[in-house]
């Protein structure tokens, strides 16, 4: 078998290299900071709509609901007119 000694060596950085490093990561958190805040507005704007849309999907089912009733009042009040003709 064979066996890889690695060598661990300390890493330098200079001041300007650290500073730089620094920078480089500030912008990928505040980068990262800002597609979370917007997909957290996302989500909120979602979970309003979606709230909105079972609201108006409650609604329209009542309507349905009523307008069907409805329907069956109109379909009986004319089975009766059409049993009392004359044949």
């Given at each position: 078998?064979?066996?890889?000694?690695?060598?661990k060596r300390p890493l330098f950085l200079d001041a300007v290299a650290n500073l730089q490093h620094s920078s480089g990561v500030d912008a990928e958190f505040n980068s990262l900071d800002a597609k979370v805040a917007q997909f957290v507005g996302l989500c909120e704007r979602l979970r309003a709509e979606n709230?909105?849309?079972c609201q108006q999907?409650?609604?329209?089912?009542?309507?349905?609901?009523?307008?069907?009733?409805?329907?069956?009042g109109a379909k009986v009040k004319l089975e009766s007119l059409l049993a009392r003709l004359p044949d």
């Open positions: 078998m064979i066996r890889y000694h690695l060598q709230h909105d849309l999907l409650a609604t329209a089912k009542n309507d349905a609901k009523r307008l069907n009733e409805r329907i069956e």
